[in-house]
């Protein structure tokens, strides 16, 4: 499995100081988070895209093309790309020039976002967001995997002999992951082409989550793509954690009450009752984590947010410390007990790039079998 973290890039006061970060003191924060996260072992960073206040994350690419030059293992991801008001064909070239430049380490994750403005911001309506996100991914699919490439679709003019430039590294498109809270049209499509589904269920409770996780599932097998349990499956997570569960409540208390994303609503201890957020001890994060086989099964990614609501930098590179020193080590040891043999690991560029080598391979050993008969 890969454990790491995402951010929205949310610009929020501090409420026990009264303090707001400039954009630009956000934006340094970001990167400095995602260093401290290979510091600490974690595998994977992602950053939103966003483009409307209090988030500044609008080029995710920009972002991670620094983070790329200042790191030499982590994963680059995105929280997510708006495949729905982004045009294909920049995203198939910016993030193709990205996985150059980080030698392999990017995957993104598709989503349609929960912005509504945003879609007329971009030439789009929010009512065709379902059907923008099927098209669209479906020029991107072939833009990556065809050097020329006709086109003619309902929401872009059509492509003539065009071809994506630069093509993807060594011939294998990034990994996409389609990200989703409660659409099952996006969990069809990743069931469809045999890519990730990423759960990003923070805001949602457990039943739920089975529920889109096992549509998935059942719809990755029903398309060929293997058995029901070898799907590609990521899940979000939001934690808190101090060293005894009363320190940890006591200090996210404020930032939680007033928080964009869910304050002013149901209280912490409900939120956390009803939805992945824990708040606690490093034990409480392990067990609450290691509970989602239960309700997602065996899994490849799981990250977590752990930046929002105003918390500052510091806290917020004292969570990374504990992530890396005392939840995640178990976590690996504990995933990993009765995980099953054909159950993949997460997909990565190395991995995928000896997949299609194999396959070639076995092609090439088939065709000459076959002449020497």
């Known amino acids: 499995m ?4 995402f951010t929205v890039g949310d610009v929020t006061t501090d409420p026990t100081t009264g303090r707001t970060p400039t954009e630009a003191e956000r934006i340094k924060a970001m990167v400095t988070i995602a260093l401290k996260a290979e510091e600490v072992g974690l595998d994977v960073f992602a950053v939103g895209e966003h483009h409307n206040r209090p988030f500044v994350p609008s080029s995710p690419t920009t972002m991670l093309g620094w983070i790329a030059a200042r790191t030499e293992r ?36 598709l989503g349609r976002g929960n912005t509504g403005p945003v879609y007329p911001w971009f030439g789009q309506d929010i009512r065709n967001g379902i059907e923008l996100a099927v098209e669209n991914y479906a020029l991107l699919h072939r833009l990556w995997r065809e050097d ?22 060594d011939g294998v498109p990034p990994f996409v992951w389609h990200g989703s809270i409660r659409s099952p049209q996006i969990a069809e499509q990743a069931a469809y082409y045999g890519d990730g589904f990423f759960a990003n269920h923070i805001f949602w ?38 060293k005894n569960s009363q320190d940890a409540v006591a200090e996210f208390r404020p930032y939680f009450d007033v928080a964009p994303v ?21 034990q409480q994060v392990i067990e609450r984590t290691l509970a989602a086989r239960e309700y997602a099964g065996d899994y490849q990614r799981q990250l977590f947010l752990v930046d929002h609501a105003g918390l500052p930098l510091k806290t917020v590179l004292e969570q ?15 995933f990993a007990v009765g995980r099953p043999a054909h159950v993949p690991d997460a997909p990565t560029h190395a991995t995928r790039l000896a997949a299609r ?6 092609e090439s050993a088939a065709v000459l079998a076959g002449g020497a008969r």
Do not use: C, K
């Not at 869910?262 to 824990?278: D, I, K, M, N, R």
């Not at 020193?325 to 040891?333: A, D, K, N």
């Open 2 to 5: 890969q454990f790491g973290i």
């Open 74 to 109: 982590l994963q680059l991801s995105t929280a997510t790309t708006l495949i729905t008001t982004n045009d294909p064909v920049r995203i198939a070239e910016e993030y193709a020039m990205l996985q150059h430049l980080a030698d392999g380490r990017v995957d993104l994750t």
């Open 148 to 169: 020329v490439v006709d086109w003619q679709g309902r929401f872009r003019t059509p492509l003539q002999g065009f071809t994506s430039t630069p093509r993807p590294l």
């Open 205 to 242: 409770p457990a039943e739920h989550t089975r529920r889109m996780v096992g549509l998935y599932r059942e719809r990755f097998a029903h398309h060929g793509h293997g058995s029901a349990d070898q799907a590609i499956v990521g899940l979000g997570g939001q934690a808190f954690v101090r």
């Open 262 to 282: 869910y304050g002013h609503g149901p209280s912490l201890e409900e939120f956390t009752a009803q939805t992945p957020l824990v708040v606690g001890s490093p």
């Open 320 to 334: 990374l410390d504990i992530l890396g020193e005392e939840v995640v080590p178990v976590l690996r040891r504990e």
């Open 357 to 362: 080598r194999a396959g070639s391979a076995d």
